[in-house]
């Protein structure tokens, strides 16, 4: 049973920073690729960042040059850490893995920017 754990939500104000955290159960190396998406009420799930095993990275353009994917092996977790955080980032973020040719979600953790 995969387990994806996010942390580090909450309320920030414009041009601030936040760092997410998603712990895996078992060790992260099962997975092909990990990565982070995120989701307003009504719309789409889109993609925010990925990376893979051998730490290629991947990020929406959007978020280039602000946010910052990152893993760290040891503790089986993956961070996204994110910059100059703008009021259209407020979403609800969800951790992603993926091992062999299923998806994993975590149960997502809330960003609101606002001032």
């Known amino acids: 049973q995969v387990q994806l754990v996010e942390s580090g939500g909450g309320l920030v104000q414009p041009g601030g920073s936040l760092r997410l955290s998603c712990a895996t159960s078992?060790?992260?190396?099962?997975?092909?690729?990990m990565g982070w998406y995120r989701q307003a009420p009504g719309k789409q799930r889109e993609l925010v960042a990925t990376i893979t095993t051998r730490g290629d990275t991947n990020y929406a353009d959007s978020v280039k040059g602000r946010f910052t994917i990152s893993r760290d092996n040891a503790k089986n977790t993956v961070y996204l850490q994110m910059n100059n955080l703008k009021a259209e980032d407020t979403d609800v973020y969800y951790c992603?893995?993926?091992?062999?040719?299923?998806?994993?979600w975590g149960k997502g953790t809330l960003v609101t920017v606002s001032s």
């Open positions: 992603n893995a993926r091992l062999a040719q299923m998806a994993y």
């Open positions: 078992g060790s992260i190396f099962r997975f092909s690729a």
